[in-house]
């Protein structure tokens, strides 16, 4: 069996680069724009949850949220289920985040389209299952202890 582990970290790798490069086109730092990505993904959150999502501690949390509402893209509302706290949610999005990510999108598109229907769903299930690997390792990593920012 072909030894796959170069490829995945090759591909992880670019994927990273991307969103960094994506990030400072958009005037963006990346973790600005991975944090207004869960938020989209996931919607509202606190900021004790968007904190262990990105891996940060209590006082870069508060500044990420100042800065992503300053420009425009989060506000602090309170919880509707507890009045004492506060979540943030997602306003906004980068005006040139859809130019920025267009070719890389393009690109993907058609890479996509040279799958069969029968290979797209091998291909969805093992992108699903990956990511929800990532995040039961990067929570095992935090509970340990090892991943604090």
């Known amino acids: 069996m072909a030894d ?3 490829g995945f970290g090759t591909n992880l790798s670019a994927v990273l680069l991307h969103g ?3 990030a400072r086109a958009c005037d963006l730092g990346a ?3 991975y944090a207004l990505n869960i938020l989209q993904l996931e919607g509202a959150m606190t900021p004790g949850e968007l904190g262990a999502r990105t891996g940060l501690t209590t006082g ?3 500044r990420l949220i100042d800065r992503l509402e300053r420009a425009g893209y ?3 509302a309170p919880d509707p289920d507890d009045r004492r706290k506060v979540i943030v949610e997602p306003v906004g999005r980068p005006a040139a985040l859809d130019d920025v990510m267009a070719p890389a999108r393009q690109k993907i598109g058609e890479i996509l389209g040279g799958y069969s ?3 797209l769903d091998v291909l969805f299930d093992y992108f699903a299952r990956a990511a929800e690997a990532y995040r039961e390792a ?3 990593l935090r509970a340990n202890g090892t991943a604090d920012s």
């Open 60 to 62: 870069p949390t508060t």
């Open 31 to 33: 973790t600005d724009l």
């Open 138 to 140: 990067a929570e095992q």
């Open 4 to 6: 796959y582990r170069y």
């Open 117 to 119: 229907p029968e290979q």
């Open 74 to 76: 989060v506000r602090r």
């Open 20 to 22: 960094h490069a994506s």
